[in-house]
């Protein structure tokens, strides 16, 4: 299984970005997949999954603001983050929600005020 995280960069106050995680592997096509964030100091938190059904579940910090999506032809998963906030400044990184490879090596994302 490799996960490869693209999209992250630095934003104001208010404005989005579109990540990308690009998955491989016999397992992930199947899984539930996630996206997670981790600031300096932090634990890594999830912050929203999707199943390979399409059903979403959100962390409260994040909700009405970020969307999650998955390509199951291309094996990418998406995270839409509008109106971001200085608190959510953070690596974020993709795994599977109840089975996880190996992290990669994120991206990050820096919402200045």
């Known amino acids: 299984e490799q996960l490869v995280e693209s999209g992250g960069g630095l934003v104001h106050s208010g404005g989005s970005l579109n990540l990308s995680c690009a998955f491989s592997?016999?397992?992930?096509?199947?899984?539930?997949m996630g996206w997670y964030r981790q600031a300096p100091g932090n634990q890594r938190d999830l912050v929203a999954s999707?199943?390979?059904?399409?059903?979403?579940n959100y962390a409260e910090p994040v909700k009405g603001r970020f969307a999650i999506s998955r390509d199951s032809a291309k094996s990418i998963v998406y995270l839409l983050m509008n109106d971001l906030k200085p608190e959510d400044t953070a690596v974020y990184f993709c795994?599977?929600?109840?089975?996880?490879?190996?992290w990669g090596q994120g991206t990050q994302v820096t919402v200045s005020s």
């Open positions: 795994n599977g929600v109840n089975y996880r490879a190996s």
């Open positions: 592997g016999p397992i992930f096509p199947f899984a539930t």
């Open positions: 999707v199943t390979n059904r399409g059903e979403k």
